[in-house]
């Protein structure tokens, strides 16, 4: 619970220090979504919301939380809106993610309608992975260009606001963890992608340790 604690404490105080803030916001309700305070985990994605209306995964998440804190009649209206936003950006998990909620709480799924027919819209297809590993793959077959494009703008904010620096590796895993969150990539996916990377770093390792023993041999015999 230390852990969620001094997310709390890190994001309330980026919150109080900027206001404007939505990257903020969001991730505060994240936390207190964790710490299972759902009223203001609530209240942090609403806010979230209202300064930035384009952030479908803080209805996704922000409805979810009014539910548990017992406010269906405003958790329906927030989802409905991520709902209607997700399907015509073609953020396919975001409004797979709300459907699900809808559906537990019984609660029927919004229509889109177009030309007198009921559709849902989607977003193009990524032409190829965006980044390399399981999660590049991932993203490729479950995120539209619309929500990928999307994440890039609020990835850079998250870089810009957070002063990231790229060359640090906990920065990014800082930045790793806002991009799964945004896009709803399952944890299993991110487990697949950690131990993919480590067995790559250390095939590389293995590589350069036996490049180095090889010149050395080689040294010793010319020598």
């Keep these: 619970m230390s852990d969620v604690n001094d997310r709390i404490e890190r994001f309330e ?3 109080t220090a900027d206001p404007t803030n939505d990257m903020a916001h969001f991730s505060l309700g994240s936390a207190y979504l964790d710490a299972r305070q759902f009223a203001k985990a609530a209240a942090s994605f609403q806010t979230c919301v209202e300064l930035n209306a384009d952030m479908t995964r803080a209805m996704e998440l922000g409805g979810s939380a009014l539910m548990e804190a017992g406010n269906a009649s ?6 409905r809106k991520g709902y209607m936003q997700a399907s015509s950006r073609g953020e396919m998990k975001v409004k797979n993610g709300i459907e699900t ?9 919004p229509e889109m309608e177009m030309g007198g027919a009921t559709k849902t819209v989607g977003g193009k297809p990524l032409e190829q992975a965006p980044l390399p590993g399981v999660i590049g793959n991932w993203i490729a077959e479950n995120i539209k260009t619309d929500a990928w494009e999307s994440w890039m703008e609020q990835g850079t904010k998250v870089i810009n606001e957070l002063r990231l620096d790229f060359s ?9 963890d806002y991009m799964a969150e945004f896009l709803s990539i399952p944890k299993e996916i991110i487990e697949q992608d950690r131990v993919q990377k480590e067995e790559a770093e250390q095939t590389r390792v293995q590589k350069e340790e036996a490049e180095q023993d090889r010149v050395q041999k080689e040294e010793a015999e010319q020598g």
């Design 13 to 15: 105080n980026m919150a």
């Design 74 to 79: 405003e958790a329906e209206t927030l989802l």
């Design 101 to 109: 909620i809808l559906k537990a709480a019984n609660l029927p799924i």
């Design 168 to 176: 640090r590796e906990e920065d990014q895993k800082v930045y790793e």
